[in-house]
């Protein structure tokens, strides 16, 4: 049997971000970061993820995602990303961003080859939904 930490998954801010360019998206041109996006087993790791976006002439021209990960319980440790990919999102005007991850734990503590993973939605105003987010495990 497996016992893992209550799993949480916090995303600060789900329909705003943080502006670089004080009203950019009036002029159609700005870059934008959203705030941390955390997945965590509680307890065990946790995993955060920002996604920053610049954008001219009303598009998105650029989108870089940034991973940081902590291993909380020591017999855990971070293996890496595994897969990040974007693509055009359903409203036709934004991307959506996909992250996942992976640590490895000894079964007694989660399980072995954990997966987090996200699905962020950007849009060239500057605002961005978390889609969704969890653990395969």
Request: proline content about 4%; charged content about 15%.
């Amino acid at each position: 049997m497996r016992r893992a930490g209550a799993l949480t998954a916090v995303a600060a801010g789900l329909l705003a971000a943080v502006p670089f360019v004080t009203g950019a998206a009036a002029h159609g041109y700005g870059c934008w970061t959203t705030g941390p996006i955390e997945v965590a087993n509680e307890g065990v790791w946790k995993y955060f993820n920002r996604v920053s976006w610049c954008v001219q002439d009303a598009k998105i021209t650029s989108v870089q995602l940034a991973v940081t990960h902590q291993v909380v319980n020591q017999a855990c440790r971070w293996v890496g990303v595994l897969e990040q990919h974007q693509e055009p999102a359903k409203d036709g005007v934004g991307r959506t961003v996909y992250d996942r991850g992976e640590f490895s734990c000894p079964g007694t503590i989660g399980a072995d080859g954990v997966n987090p993973w996200l699905a962020v939605t950007i849009e060239p105003d500057g605002t961005y939904t978390v889609d969704e987010s969890g653990i395969h495990w």
